[in-house]
C-alpha cells in the first residue's frame, strides 16, 4: 500500500489527539505525519508510533506535500484552510459542520454510505456525532424494512463541546461536593447534576442546529429525503459517551428477533440487549469500544410498525475521529 | 374548617420527610398529627408547625383515630397496612404502586382528575412521578384537541430511587474525583457521569415496570384507553426533579402559540420557553417549584398534528409528597 503524508488540523484538542491515537491505534499507513494548530498551542509535543511530533501553526502553506487532512478545529478554520489545504492536491475530510450539508461534499458513516466517497471534489465531511451513530444503528433495520419516521431523543456528553467542557463538568462537581461557588461559563447553566435541553443554538422555531443536523444529515447519508424526523438534543452530565432514545416507524414489520439478527449481522454495531440479565448499553461502556452498541430493542405496538432502540456509542471516537479516519482508510 | 388528624406512615423517607414539610408550609389543618415508620427509623424527631413529633412503629392501632393516612413506606407496607387504616374509618392516600391500577381506587392527579377523588372506597393512589408530571403537561393540550400518541423519553433523577440512591450518586462522584473505587450498591452499575436506561424491574417484552406505569397510569387518569403511549424511562446523574422529552400526535391542529396559551392557563402548569433568550426549564430549576414546567415546545412537522415538549418537574413534591397533600386538601 501507498504510504500517504496525513495532516492533522486541530490536534491538540479533544477530537485531534484521539485522531493521533486512533492513527497509531489502527498502524494507519502514512510516510510523514503533521500535527497541525492555532498559535496557542503550537510547540506541543504529541507522540505517535513511537515517534515525537511537535504541533506547528496552521498555514495554506502547511498542505504542501499533505495527501490527506483531516480537520477537526471548527467550521470558521475548516472554511478557510480546507480550500487551502485542496488547491495543494490534499483530500480533506473535515469533521466541522462547514461542509456537511453542501450538495457538492460527501457526507459519510463507511458503514452505511461507503460509495459516496469516490464523488468527492477535494472535501469529504465526517456527520455530526449524534447523527453517526443513530445512522450506523439504523441502517440495517432500513435495509430490511424501510425507514418512515424517526422520533429521537439524546442523551449526551459534554466532551462533544469540546475539553473545556469537560473541565468545566469536573469542576462544577468539586465545588457542589466542597460546597464551593458553582461557575457556568461553558454552558449557560449548571450542568452538574442537571440537563440542558440545549445544544448549539436556538432557531426562530424552537429547535436546535444539533436537532437540525440530526435531521437534514440523517436524510442526507441515508440518501433518502421521504425519512421523516424529529429531534430533541440535551445535554447531560456525562463525560464521554452519547446515547440516544430513538422510536422508529418502519415501512414494514421487522420483529425484535429480526431487528437484532440485523444489527448483529452489520458491521460496527453490536448488540448489547439481554435486560433482565441486566445487559444493556451505557456511556461508560464506550470509555474501550469503537461499536456502536444498541439495545432496548422492544416492539412498540402504538403503531403498526413500530420499534424502540436505545444507541450508545464512543462520541469522541465513532462519533468523530475514529469514523475521520476509517474514511481516510475507504479512500487508500 | 374541620381540623383532621393526620398520619404519615413512612415520615422518615425522601418522600416522607417532603410531606411533612408541605404539610407546614399549606398550612394543612390538621388538629394531630402522627408520624409513622418501621422500627428502624422509630424515635427520630421531626418538626412540624414549630412542634416537635417522635416517630413511631406503624401498627394496625396506629390508624385508630386517624381521618387521613398518607402512606409513602413502599408497595408491601401500603398493601399490608393500608386497609387497616381503611378499616379504623381512616381516608388513605397511597404513594405507592400497590392500588394505582385497582379499578375501585381513583388515580388522581388533582388539575387533572379531580372529580374522581370522590368515588374512592377508602383508597386513593397517588400516580407514580413521572406520569403526574406528564399527564399535568398534557391535560390542556387534550382538553383542546384530544391526543392520539404519546411517545416519551424521561431523564430521571435518583431522588425517585430514594434517599440511599441520592447518597450513592454523591459519594460515587466524591470517589472519582478522588480516584477512588467506585461502588455500585443501589442501582446495577455506576450512575455517576452515566445514564441508565432501567427503572424498576424489566419484563419480558423488554418494557421496564416504570415504562409500563407511564402507559397505564396515564390512560386511567386521563380517562381514556385509546391514547397510544410508547416510554423509554431512563435514570440520569441528577439529585432532584424528572425531565421528560414528550412527542404527541393530537386529534386537530394545535399551533405552538395556541398550546402555550392552553398551557399558561391551567393550574399548576407554568410555560418556561424563550429559548434564544436562554429560557427552558431544566431540573435544577424544580428545586423551589411546585409546577410542572413546561419548555422547547415545538411544532413536529414529521406529521399532520405532532408537537414536542421538555416536561420538568420535582419528582419528590408534585411528583410524590405534594401531589397526595393536594389530594388530600381536595378531599376536605
Redesign the interface.
Known amino acids: 500500500m501507498e504510504k500517504l503524508n496525513v495532516a492533522v488540523v486541530g490536534a491538540t484538542g479533544a477530537v485531534g489527539r484521539e485522531m493521533v491515537s486512533i492513527l497509531e491505534e489502527r498502524d494507519f499507513p502514512f510516510a510523514d505525519l503533521k500535527l497541525l494548530a492555532t498559535e496557542r498551542s503550537a510547540g506541543t509535543v504529541i507522540n505517535c508510533k513511537g515517534e515525537e511530533y511537535v504541533v506547528e501553526v496552521t498555514t495554506p502553506e502547511s498542505f504542501e506535500d499533505v495527501d490527506i487532512a483531516l480537520f477537526s478545529a471548527g467550521g470558521t478554520a475548516s472554511k478557510k484552510l480546507a480550500p487551502e489545504a485542496v488547491k495543494r492536491g490534499a483530500i480533506v475530510i473535515d469533521n466541522s459542520s462547514a461542509f456537511r450539508m453542501d450538495g457538492e461534499v460527501p457526507l459519510v458513516v463507511p458503514e452505511v454510505n461507503p460509495a459516496d466517497i469516490s464523488k468527492h471534489n477535494g472535501i469529504i465531511a465526517n456527520p455530526n456525532c449524534s447523527t453517526i451513530q443513530m445512522v450506523a444503528a439504523l441502517k440495517p433495520i432500513y435495509d430490511q424494512v424501510g425507514i418512515k419516521?424517526i422520533?429521537v431523543?439524546t442523551?449526551q456528553a459534554v466532551s462533544g463541546t469540546g475539553k473545556d467542557a469537560m473541565d468545566e463538568?469536573?469542576e462544577q462537581?468539586?465545588a457542589i461536593?466542597a460546597g464551593d461557588e458553582v461557575k457556568a461559563e461553558v454552558y449557560?447553566?449548571?450542568i452538574t447534576?442537571?440537563?440542558?435541553?440545549?445544544i448549539d443554538v436556538?432557531f426562530?422555531?424552537?429547535?436546535?442546529k444539533e436537532e437540525l443536523k440530526m435531521v437534514n444529515e440523517t436524510k442526507k447519508i441515508m440518501g433518502d429525503e421521504e425519512i421523516?424526523?424529529?429531534a430533541?438534543a440535551?445535554r447531560?452530565?456525562?463525560?464521554i459517551g452519547h446515547?440516544e432514545?430513538v422510536?422508529i416507524e418502519t415501512n414494514a414489520q421487522l420483529t425484535?428477533e429480526e431487528a437484532k439478527k440485523a444489527l448483529d449481522n452489520f458491521s460496527g454495531v453490536r448488540v448489547v440487549?439481554n435486560?433482565?440479565e441486566?445487559v444493556?448499553p451505557?456511556?461508560?461502556d464506550t470509555e474501550e469500544t469503537d461499536d456502536v452498541l444498541v439495545?432496548?430493542?422492544?416492539?412498540?405496538?402504538?403503531?403498526e410498525n413500530?420499534l424502540?432502540l436505545?444507541v450508545v456509542a464512543n462520541n469522541l471516537r465513532k462519533g468523530a475521529a475514529l469514523n475521520t479516519i476509517q474514511i481516510a482508510e475507504k479512500l487508500i
Chains 1, 2 share one sequence.
Open positions: 419516521r422520533v431523543s442523551y463538568l469536573q462537581t468539586r461536593l449557560p447553566k449548571q447534576f442537571n440537563a440542558l435541553p440545549h436556538f426562530d422555531d424552537g429547535y436546535t421523516k424526523i424529529t430533541t440535551v447531560i452530565p456525562v463525560l446515547a432514545s422510536n425484535v440487549d435486560p433482565t441486566l444493556y451505557v456511556q461508560l439495545g432496548r430493542i422492544r416492539k412498540d405496538d402504538t403503531i413500530g424502540n436505545w
